[in-house]
């Protein structure tokens, strides 16, 4: 089967994450969702993505290919649906397109082909990322789900003796450092990926996944359900948060119920609420509407986009949304919605886009990644897309 994961109309409501990446590169669980999908497709995966984003990302789409939804998470129930997916078929979920059988090559005239398809509903039960939260709502189930898919792939080895062990479903890679840490896995598995090193002093709580490279500092407090992406530092409070990747949290401070992009950094002792004096629901600005929405959860903290930055004793207001490239400081909260590109803290100013990049640049090549210029022509795109909010 030849697949397409597409970014439908799940893009724009997944910024500012998905400013800098498609849909199906977001992370969470273990794995991001094209990941996990590889887990089920034998053939190559092709991205379908916004325009500006295909030049790194996006891909020809092969004739004849199924299209599937990247905001979703596969699973094997998912699955039985798509292999009965006939030829002019749309699979649905509640009115939801969850996959195109085919997907066409072009998009002209796509609404009046896809109006000969028949839509078929589905029964299946999976998981898919629709808003911004979800992906921390969610991420409890999606790391049990991604232990499943890998761990009969990974060389896993026993527990070091100065570790304190609770539970059965302790899983460190060979390669991993792991002393003097306690090991709670009674209330959801724990896994710790090749290269990664968890400091002595630390209490991880599961379900809690840190992937390769990924480092928590000396006496972290971990709470699940936490996922920390590749190459980030993590110490202090962490409680069921999501950090994508290539980002740090490296001192003491709260981050709670909280989605953090890639190339971020978090100031010492920056703090985040994640619940309201009053108790009700959180409210988070939504760039589809244009305003604040009803999140519907008690507990939601920050929403970061890739390459921001608060410095030391940053305070983030419950349900705060931070673009791209951000920098952000002073000592009142921030603003609630903070737009990519902006300086300073309750009345920013605008982040000048050759200073955001060399910065960009300076903090990629401590990982001996570079700058491309795939990735300034997308952060350029970026910057003219977000100005109107900086206005």
Request: glycine share 8%; charged share 25%; proline share 3%.
């Amino acid at each position: 089967m030849n697949i397409t994961l597409f970014d439908g109309i799940y893009h724009k409501n997944l910024l500012p994450l998905t400013y800098t990446k498609p849909v199906s590169k977001l992370r969470v669980g273990i794995l991001t969702i094209k990941e996990k999908w590889e887990h089920f497709i034998e053939n190559p995966i092709q991205i379908k993505t916004q325009d500006y984003l295909s030049k790194k990302f996006g891909d020809e789409i092969i004739e004849n290919s199924m299209g599937i939804n990247g905001s979703v998470l596969p699973n094997d129930d998912l699955m039985s649906s798509l292999l009965e997916l006939k030829n002019n078929q749309i699979l649905t979920k509640k009115g939801n397109v969850i996959a195109i059988n085919p997907l066409p090559t072009s998009t002209e005239n796509l609404s009046e082909i896809l109006s000969t398809y028949k839509k078929v509903e589905t029964k299946a039960d999976f998981l898919q990322i629709e808003n911004v939260w979800d992906i921390f709502k969610l991420n409890d189930q999606a790391i049990r789900e991604d232990i499943e898919l890998i761990k009969d792939t990974k060389t896993f080895v026993t527990p070091s003796e100065t570790n304190q062990i609770l539970g059965e479903e302790v899983f460190i890679e060979e390669g991993a450092k792991v002393e003097c840490v306690i090991l709670n896995s009674t209330t959801g598995p724990i896994y710790i990926a090749k290269d990664a090193e968890v400091m002595e002093g630390s209490m991880l709580r599961g379900p809690i996944a840190l992937c390769e490279n990924g480092v928590i500092k000396m006496g972290a407090k971990i709470y699940g359900a936490t996922t920390i992406g590749p190459y980030s530092k993590v110490g202090g409070e962490v409680n069921n948060c999501v950090i994508q990747g290539y980002s740090n949290k490296g001192h003491d401070g709260f981050l709670g119920n909280s989605v953090i992009g890639e190339w971020c950094n978090l100031g010492a002792d920056s703090n985040n609420s994640n619940l309201k004096n009053n108790y009700q629901s959180v409210d988070v600005y939504n760039y589809v509407e244009e305003k604040y929405v009803d999140t519907e959860l008690q507990f939601c903290g920050l929403i970061m986009g890739d390459h921001s930055k608060s410095a030391i004793n940053t305070m983030f207001n419950t349900g705060t949304v931070v673009g791209v490239s951000a920098n952000i400081y002073g000592a009142d909260f921030p603003s609630k919605f903070i737009p990519s590109y902006s300086w300073g803290g309750r009345k920013p100013l605008e982040y000048k886009f050759e200073k955001a990049m060399d910065t960009a640049k300076r903090v990629m090549e401590r990982r001996d990644i570079a700058l491309t210029e795939d990735d300034l022509e997308i952060l350029q795109i970026v910057w003219d897309l977000s100005k109107k909010y900086r206005k």
